[in-house]
């Protein structure tokens, strides 16, 4: 299994829901990235997570709270998003994070449009 | 500032032409430099990773090239097919930490 899976593909929200977002991967992978790509641009991250632990926060608002409950599992919580939040959101995996081994596998994404 | 710079933004060529993909890069230290491509609403897919000792590297009708010396690096494709029709990021990742630098990416339209 060479796959990264998010769900849902599709999300539409209103500033006062909270919906989450959610990505798997099975290929023993170590390392699992949130990204977001707004159209016409490249991916911007997130968050990293290295061996189940938050390594990286680049400083996104509070509003975006991720969490990863295993080495296969990676969610996102969304609360109380604006409409300009609205991208597609990414979701990757590497064998490890940093060096050679970390060529990331992407998922084919979660579009997200925020009413 | 460790930045990767794509040219040309975007490219139109007619199918079964070849073409090529600029990437220059001023990340340091640097530990590898991928290609992806990426089609419009899905994630972007891997097509290449070179280290630093790598100067060329094939898979298909891709082939990418890396100068170190000058950080510079090339996608060439070949025999151009329309599904080649996608955004082509440059990507590149340093020793220092767990980020990559993408670039903006070049859009490639294949026109029959």
């Known amino acids: 299994d060479t796959e990264v899976t998010q769900t849902p593909k599709h999300l539409v929200m209103g500033m006062t829901n909270k919906k989450s977002l959610k990505c798997e991967q099975h290929m023993g992978h170590r390392a699992m990235y949130w990204y977001k790509q707004k159209a016409k641009k490249p991916p911007e991250l997130m968050f990293v997570y290295s061996y189940e632990k938050l390594s990286i926060n680049e400083s996104v608002p509070s509003r975006f709270s991720p969490e990863c409950p295993n080495s296969s599992l990676l969610n996102l919580h969304l609360h109380a998003l604006q409409p300009e939040d609205s991208a597609l959101y990414l979701c990757?995996?590497?064998?490890?994070?940093?060096?050679?081994?970390?060529?990331?596998?992407f998922g084919p994404g979660t579009r997200l449009t925020v009413l | 500032k460790n930045q990767v710079e794509q040219s040309p933004q975007s490219l139109i060529i007619l199918e079964g032409k070849n073409c090529t993909l600029q990437c220059n890069y001023t990340v340091s230290p640097f530990s590898n430099l991928r290609w992806y491509k990426q089609d419009t609403g899905r994630g972007p897919v891997s097509l290449t990773i070179m280290t630093f000792s790598e100067n060329t590297k094939s898979n298909g009708r891709y082939t990418a090239t890396l100068d170190a010396d000058t950080k510079q690096s090339s996608l060439h494709i070949t025999a151009s097919q329309l599904s080649d029709s996608a955004s082509y990021i440059c990507?590149?990742?340093?020793?220092?930490?767990?980020?990559?630098?993408f670039g903006k990416g070049t859009r490639l339209h294949i026109l029959p």
């Open positions: 990757a995996s590497s064998q490890l994070a940093g060096g050679p081994q970390n060529t990331q596998y």
């Open positions: 990507v590149v990742s340093t020793n220092r930490d767990d980020k990559i630098i």
